[in-house]
């Protein structure tokens, strides 16, 4: 059995010396999305903050799948730096880069990408046509994450044509729609290829993704909870113990939208604050963030004028973002997990060890042939009988 089919509409792949020079070898898993993306099988790594560095990008190249380099929390003075490092790592294979149109140095990630041919931005809602444009004249998959259809559909009108759907099982910022019900409404609504995200962490959940329509699976946690991750190990020993995974909740208290997170005692403090306290918390992040970033106070106070022109009930959000990024940082790389966020997906529960991103995506490789040739084997036996 072979999933590989021929390119939807509106997905042509990219084409040049880069795919001729690292030959892909052909798998039972195969889809388009491989060839879009240049990568062996259909895994994507996400572009988690302060984890998706170059070392863990590599890793997961290496091994096959496709990452995402987290260009929203590397320093503009190492970008560079970094995607450099994946290349000399991976012998100059493809991978992604992720951004987000708020930050001070967004020009300059979108002139690296181009510069060094990257072969997939992803990014959330903010680039307007003229920004997607540049990218694909470049030959850049766009490639959005999104959590609702509305917002698929409103991406791929600007200009994505790869779209990444991530249902409320997810880590870090989620919607309240389940991949199983979000996952088949925007594949039966849309013309490009469609990666499932969202409770993805072994070969089972990326054959049922495929069964759904989708091209391939992208992951956060499963990633993150590997040894080539570089999260420290009080951290990670955080992980590896959740295993209740109601206790991997949804809160509003930390930048003022939806987060998936590991339940831990920073966040029952924040439960516990005052409004005026959590206030206060925000607005000493914002500082931190604003000087780690390199944020002048000119852009600064633009983004809080673009959020009361557009919606002011989201001024208080705009200061609370940069909570995130600055408690994300004490666990993922002070290894502080008491003193900040541990952004999870519900996976985290199911996952009961450290393993190298080459026996991750190794290990799901297999089990997914298993299956599919599992269910080969049921329909010859139906056809016999």
Known sequence: MTVAAASPAGASPVQDDRAAAHPVQLSPLRTPLCDLLGCRYPIVQTAMGWVAGSSLVAATTNAGGFGFLAGATIPADQVEAEILR?????????????????????????????????????YGRGPDKKVIGRLREAGIVCMPTVGALKHAQKAIEMGANVITIQGGEGGGHTGSVPTTVLLPQVVDAVQVPVVAAGGFYDGRGLVAALAYGAQG?????????????????????????????????????????PQRMLDNEYLQMLEKASPFKRLRIALSSALQWKAQTGMTTAHAMRVLWQALREDPSSVAQTVMAANAPVLLERSMIDGKPAEGVMSSGQVAAVIGKLSSCQDVIDGIVAQAQERVAVLASLRVAEHRS
């Open 86 to 122: 994946v290349k000399q790592l991976t012998d100059d294979r493809p991978f992604g880069l992720n951004f987000h149109m708020f930050q001070p140095n967004a020009q300059q990630l979108l002139d690296l990408a181009v510069k060094h041919r990257i072969r997939a931005v992803s």
């Open 217 to 257: 699976i992208a992951m956060g946690t499963r990633f993150l909870m590997t040894t080539d991750s570089g999260v420290p190990a009080a951290t990670l020993e955080r992980y590896v113990k959740a295993k209740d995974a109601e206790r991997i909740r949804v809160s509003h208290l930390v930048d003022g939208m």
